[in-house]
């Protein structure tokens, strides 16, 4: 049983369009993220939310919107895709947004922007 | 502000021996936790072990253990019997009690030669 799935992996598409990566967790954890992984490899933190609301807001363009309809699910909308918006997003989800408890990453999606 | 460095970019070792990866911190914080995750090539990241930073005892997962000197902010990994799906990307990871996020290192790329 997958226990954090996204999808799509892959989606390739093109500066300007509007895309979203959907993420589903069935391990009945409170708290999910969304991550983003740039060519280098670095790990950074996007969105945060707990209970379905919003805990962690980073310094993200307004053009990324995350949506959470319910505890095992938090989406991601990007408007107007850029080519700086290439990269691996990461959705992972923990039992608790407190200090400590492990985070369980999805298997990332590839977005390219040409 | 957390910021956590990994000063190794990429690393060796042979099979079936021993390899260390450094990682240093900075908090603010007193309460916190300290992690490695591992991502192998399928992107898939996996936590490889944590440490309470109250904790003095080193935390110890079968062949995977940490040297944590909490004054000097250091927080190393030490993997023995290295195998062939050791090799993976190893990311350093701190989380403050009052911070809800983890703060990545850069990640160090570790392979192993059979």
């Known amino acids: 049983d997958t226990a954090v799935s996204q999808t799509p992996k892959y989606l390739v598409t093109q500066m300007g369009n509007d895309k979203s990566i959907k993420c589903e967790q069935n391990?009945?954890?409170?708290?999910m993220y969304w991550y983003k992984q740039d060519s280098k490899k670095f790990l950074k933190i996007m969105f945060s939310?707990?209970?379905?609301?919003?805990?962690i807001n980073e310094t993200v363009p307004n053009r990324f919107s995350p949506k959470s309809p319910d505890k095992a699910h938090l989406n991601l909308h990007i408007n107007s895709l850029e080519l700086g918006d290439s990269a691996v997003y990461f959705c992972?989800?923990?039992?608790?947004?407190?200090?400590?408890?492990?985070?369980?990453f999805g298997p990332g999606t590839r977005l390219t922007v040409t | 502000a957390q910021t956590v460095t990994q000063s190794q970019p990429e690393m060796s070792v042979q099979e079936a021996e021993t390899v260390t990866l450094s990682c240093t911190y900075d908090?603010?914080?007193?309460?916190?936790?300290l992690f490695w995750y591992k991502q192998p090539p399928s992107r898939q990241m996996i936590l490889v072990i944590r440490?309470?930073?109250?904790?003095?005892q080193n935390a110890t997962e079968n062949r995977f253990s940490v040297n944590f000197q909490k004054a000097a902010k250091s927080f190393s990994l030490k993997i023995s019997d290295s195998q062939l799906g050791d090799a993976a990307m190893y990311f350093c990871?701190?989380?403050?009690?009052?911070?809800?996020?983890?703060?990545f290192g850069k990640g160090t790329k570790l392979s192993v030669i059979p």
């Open positions: 992972a989800s923990s039992l608790s947004h407190r200090v400590g408890y492990e985070q369980y």
């Open positions: 391990l009945g954890h409170d708290t």
């Open positions: 939310y707990n209970n379905k609301e919003l805990i």
């Open positions: 908090t603010s914080e007193s309460d916190y936790y």
């Open positions: 440490q309470e930073a109250y904790k003095q």
């Open positions: 990871a701190s989380e403050g009690a009052g911070s809800y996020q983890l703060t």
